[in-house]
């Protein structure tokens, strides 16, 4: 009997047999998951990134377009006054847009729930990391506090605004899809955003007004109906960026692809079906 080379396994002879104690185990195989699709992680890091981003930048007041001032009604408008995260916030509802559009409502729902439990985890962090006692060396303690510290009325008012804009503005995407089909990408988009964005807006200033020192209907309706369309126009002028990312996941998740053969096949069939119905 001799060893082979490559394996290390004994190696039997014509008419020679093999001790059974010289026979080697092979090593178990490990098991791993596989994922399905190979997008889908890269839009769910991106859609909690901006989220939790947005948290931590929205700390920020900003005051953009300083030559504008007008009165129309209730309106005036000295600058647009808004937050730090006004360039990343609409991105969450285009990854939402996206999402929906190409995966489902179900899916974004797991994945507006996931975001929740994130940006919730991150204050609860940034409020314990506030009260934990600050090494001699430390001199940001103060700034820390201004950035990352949690006020409770801002908090729900946040959580509370995303999860209704974020369900709405997937709910109605998806409808309008069961009704168009492919077709008319531009009306979901538009339509599912107004809906989203303005309900997100909405509940937030809501909740958060008096927190802010706002305390008449009129500074009220100014910053709600103002950020509102501001988030909007924001979203609109970049659809055809939303359009063309759509667009390319669409064709290259083959899921999707078998989703819209299977649909296809099944049109084929009732076509064929309806002259012998006649």
């Given at each position: ?218 500074d009220f309706t100014n910053y ?55």
């Amino acid at each position: 009997m001799t060893e082979s080379v490559l394996s290390g396994r004994p190696t039997q002879r014509p008419g020679e047999s093999i001790d059974p104690g010289q026979r080697t185990k092979r090593p178990a195989a490990p098991a791993f998951a596989t994922l399905s699709s190979p997008y889908f992680g890269i839009l769910v890091a991106g859609f909690i990134g901006v989220m939790l981003i947005s948290n931590i930048t929205g700390t920020k007041g900003v005051l953009l377009f300083r030559f504008i001032h007008f009165t129309a009604g209730p309106f005036t408008m000295n600058g647009l006054v808004t937050d730090g995260a006004f360039y990343l916030f609409p991105a969450a509802y285009i990854l939402g847009d996206v999402i929906s559009e190409v995966y489902g409502f179900r899916v974004m729902r797991r994945l507006i729930i996931a975001g929740f439990g994130v940006l919730l985890f991150a204050s609860l962090a940034f409020i314990i990391t506030i009260h934990l006692p600050a090494a001699p060396f430390y001199t940001g303690q103060q700034a820390f506090e201004t950035v990352a510290g949690v006020v409770p009325r801002f908090l729900i008012a946040g959580l509370a605004g995303y999860l209704c804009g974020e369900f709405l503005n997937s709910l109605v995407l998806v409808k309008m899809k069961q009704r168009s089909g492919e077709r008319k990408l531009w009306a979901r988009l538009l339509g599912s955003t107004v809906v989203g964005e303005f309900a997100d807006t909405l509940v937030f200033c809501s909740i958060a007004a008096g927190a802010l020192g706002i305390s008449t209907w009129a500074d009220f309706t100014n910053y709600t109906v103002i950020g509102f369309l501001w988030k909007t126009l924001v979203e609109i002028l970049v659809m055809p960026i939303t359009y063309r990312v759509t667009g390319a996941l669409k064709r290259r998740e083959p899921s999707y692809q078998e989703a819209l053969r299977a649909i296809e096949a099944a049109e084929r069939q009732d076509a064929a079906l309806q002259p012998s119905q006649s």
